[in-house]
Nanobody
Framework: QVQLVESGGGSVQVQDGSLRLSCKASGFTVSGYCMAWFRQRPGKQREGVATIDRDTLLNYAPSVEGRFSISRNNGLNTMYLSMEKLKLEDTAMYYC??????????????????????WGQGTQVNVSA
């Protein structure tokens, strides 16, 4: 059974705040899937934040590039999102997602929330002034 479990969310202050989110996978191997982080801010649609493809190539939303870093540990079957220089607008529920059918090209360049088959329950990140 495929399962994704996020952890690591919390409350931090702007600029100095940093967090590292984890997404522990079970029932499949993360290195064989398109893996992604999404977030949903209050009153907004779910949006893509970062992706990592099977070749460990990465892509980021412009709003987080240079501040967030996506990675994975194949041995632990876990994906991470390291977040630095957090801004108020980073406040959101963060979700990890996985799909075995999305091509590496689409994984990096055509991030579509509707194409991901598997989702975690989310972890909340709150950034305050």
């Amino acid at each position: 059974q495929v399962q994704l479990v996020e952890s690591g969310g919390g409350s931090v202050q702007v600029q100095d705040g940093s967090l590292r989110l984890s997404c522990k996978a079970s029932g499949f191997t993360v290195s064989g899937y398109c893996m992604a982080w999404f977030r949903q801010r209050p009153g907004k649609q779910r949006e893509g934040v970062a992706t990592i493809d099977r070749d460990t190539l990465l892509n980021y939303a412009p709003s987080v590039e240079g501040r967030f870093s996506i990675s994975r540990n194949n041995g632990l079957n876990t994906m991470y999102l390291s977040m630095e220089k957090l801004k108020l607008e980073d406040t959101a529920m963060y979700y990890c997602a996985a799909d075995p059918t999305i091509s590496d090209s689409d994984c990096l360049h055509r991030l579509d929330v509707t194409r991901f088959a598997y989702w975690g329950q989310g972890t909340q990140v709150n950034v305050s002034a």
